[in-house]
């Protein structure tokens, strides 16, 4: 399939405030194209998740949206410390956030789970030491 | 009910300016400090209770379409996290209440989850 769009977003791991701001972006996009609401909140939520994720676990990276009109592809690409067993950290509740990133309300181990559920298609490729990349598909229909 | 009679039966403060959004109406409410708990088991469209403040509280309520976000134990919310919430059109209370007094308060009124 022919992607039409692509919009790249450095994801800044330095600061914790502005984490989420590329997923604002992307969903002000989706919005001024027309996508479906209930899409554009599963594709919001999910890539939050991961965007957070690079910021809390990783020290950013960057986000890549690839759009059709039948599809949304999201590319979340890190060099952080990568993921030593995904089956875990799948896993509902399998977190190793520490308790600073905890008390910003982050680090129940609900991310990765919920990227799963609300995508079509979710795959994790990650070496320790290398780095994490995790490509979601939304299917429009 | 309306984010207005959620403010009033609230006793809160409304801390952004966008006072047309007062009149939204709403079904469902989700009281959480973690973040991740929200975006995990919260309605779409629900109002959010919080007693966490950050930018990430906005974001949060942004990415899953809720209109409104209540701050209880009087938290008040800073300049930029206003600027925030207004940007992506969320009405933010303030009120005075503890989580669960404000959660018992809106459960009653007759929001549910
Ligand atoms: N990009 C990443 N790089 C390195 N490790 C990661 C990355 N994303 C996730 N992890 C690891 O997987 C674990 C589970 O991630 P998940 O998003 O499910 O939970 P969390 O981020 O710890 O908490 P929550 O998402 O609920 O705030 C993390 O605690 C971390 O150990
Ligand atoms: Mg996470």
Same mark, same amino acid.
């Given at each position: 399939?022919? !992607? ?5 977003? !450095? ?14 972006? +992307? ?34 990276? !960057? ?10 592809? +999201?590319?979340?690409?890190?060099? %952080? ?23 910003? %309300? ?13 995508? !079509? ?21 | ?26 079904? =469902? ?6 973040? $991740? ?7 779409? &469209? $629900?109002?959010?209770?919080? &007693? ?9 309520? =942004? ?6 976000? @209540? ?17 992506? =059109? *969320? @009405? ?5 209440? #503890?989580?669960?007094?404000?959660? &018992? *308060?809106?459960?009653?009124? &007759?929001?549910? #989850?």
């Amino acid at each position: 399939m022919e !992607d039409l769009l692509h919009y790249h977003y !450095d994801v800044d791991g330095g600061n914790f405030a502005s984490a989420g701001e590329a997923s604002v972006q +992307v969903k002000r996009v989706l919005r001024q194209m027309g996508f479906p609401p209930d899409l554009i909140r599963r594709v919001s939520i999910a890539m939050y998740e991961g965007e957070i994720n690079m910021v809390i676990h990783a020290k950013g990276g !960057d986000a890549d949206v690839y759009l059709s009109p039948e599809q949304i592809r +999201v590319v979340l690409k890190d060099v %952080g410390p990568g993921i030593k067993d995904v089956a875990l950290a799948m896993q509902e509740g399998y977190s190793t956030a520490p308790d600073n990133i905890r008390s910003l %309300g982050f680090g129940a181990g609900m991310g990765l789970p919920n990227m799963k559920r609300y995508s !079509d298609e979710m795959t994790v490729e990650s070496t320790v030491g290398v780095g994490t990349t995790i490509t979601l598909v939304f299917n429009a229909f | 009910m309306t984010i207005r009679e959620i403010a009033e039966s609230l006793n809160a403060n409304v801390c952004t300016k966008n006072d047309s959004l007062l009149e939204k109406d709403v079904e =469902h409410a989700f009281g959480s400090d973690m973040m $991740s708990d929200v975006l995990a088991y919260a309605d779409e &469209g $629900s109002v959010l209770l919080s &007693g966490l403040l950050n930018p990430q509280v906005i974001r949060t309520a =942004h990415m899953l379409d809720m209109p409104c976000i @209540v701050f209880v134990r009087g938290k008040l919310p800073t300049p930029e996290i206003l600027m925030l919430a207004e940007e992506s =059109h *969320i @009405v933010v209370l303030s009120t005075p209440l #503890r989580m669960y007094a404000s959660c &018992g *308060i809106l459960y009653t009124a &007759g929001l549910d #989850r």
